[in-house]
């Protein structure tokens, strides 16, 4: 009975994290996108509490000149233990505006299932005179530290009435979505494995059609 409740277990988690996966926001070439990367990570028992990394990012960003995001998780699964934002992030790749003193970091921080971010600039026009704004192309916004803490499935998902983009002129900007996920599960043997990989398949050719991307319009 033991093991049949494990295999249902793995099975179920395994199927939860193929939807999960197919069910995040898929960007076109050239929409900008916010973005949880890596999009997927699988950890098993023997790492709980062991920290890892997961990254917010912009991709193909144009007009940019301030940053608002959250993001939030299931947290009976998963724990963040700190927020930073990197060296050459994506705001201030050259830290001229922090030297400057106007890289203007308005919150940068966690809570219990959740993180959040905004980050602009005290004076635009300087910004702009140094070549600073507006931001365009690829760069990380800010780098998550967290572990997992029991068994299951979480996303890490933007709450979209909080996750805005805006241009110079404060006008937010049609930006994609790109949620993540975090998964759990047992150790699984080849035996299982082998069973399960059709499923998975079936899974994930069925999902891929029908779910939709998000995208937060202007």
């Known amino acids: 009975m033991i093991k049949k409740e494990t295999t249902l277990l793995v099975t179920t988690m395994l199927i939860l994290l193929i939807c999960g996966s197919f069910g995040r926001a898929q960007a076109n070439p050239g929409d900008m996108t916010i973005r949880v990367y890596p999009n997927t990570v699988v950890t098993t028992p023997s790492m709980l509490f062991t920290v890892f990394q997961v990254n917010i990012t912009m991709v193909d960003a144009h007009d940019v000149a301030g ?10 699964i998963l724990n963040c ?3 930073t934002r990197p060296a050459g992030h ?6 001229t505006e922090d030297v400057e003193g106007n890289l203007w970091v308005i919150y940068t921080r966690k809570g219990t ?4 971010y905004a980050v602009t600039y005290y004076d635009l026009p ?6 600073t704004v507006p931001r365009t192309g690829n ?12 068994l299951g499935v979480t996303e890490i998902h933007f709450n979209p009435d909080e996750t805005i983009i805006g241009d110079m002129s404060a006008i937010p900007l049609a930006t994609v979505m790109d949620d993540g996920t975090v998964t759990v599960i047992p150790e699984l043997n080849l035996t299982l494995l082998a069973l399960l990989l059709p499923m998975m398949a079936f ?3 069925a999902t891929r059609k029908f779910l939709p991307k998000r995208k937060l319009n202007a």
Do not use: C, K
Not at 143 to 150: C, E, G, I, S
């Open 203 to 205: 899974v994930a050719l």
């Open 126 to 131: 300087a910004a702009q005179s140094r070549g």
């Open 67 to 76: 940053v608002q995001f959250r993001v939030e998780w299931n947290s009976t």
């Open 139 to 150: 760069g990380t916004l800010a780098t998550l530290t967290m572990n997992a803490t029991a």
């Open 81 to 83: 233990t700190s927020i």
């Open 113 to 116: 299932g959740y993180a959040e």
């Open 90 to 95: 994506f705001m201030d790749p050259n830290g």
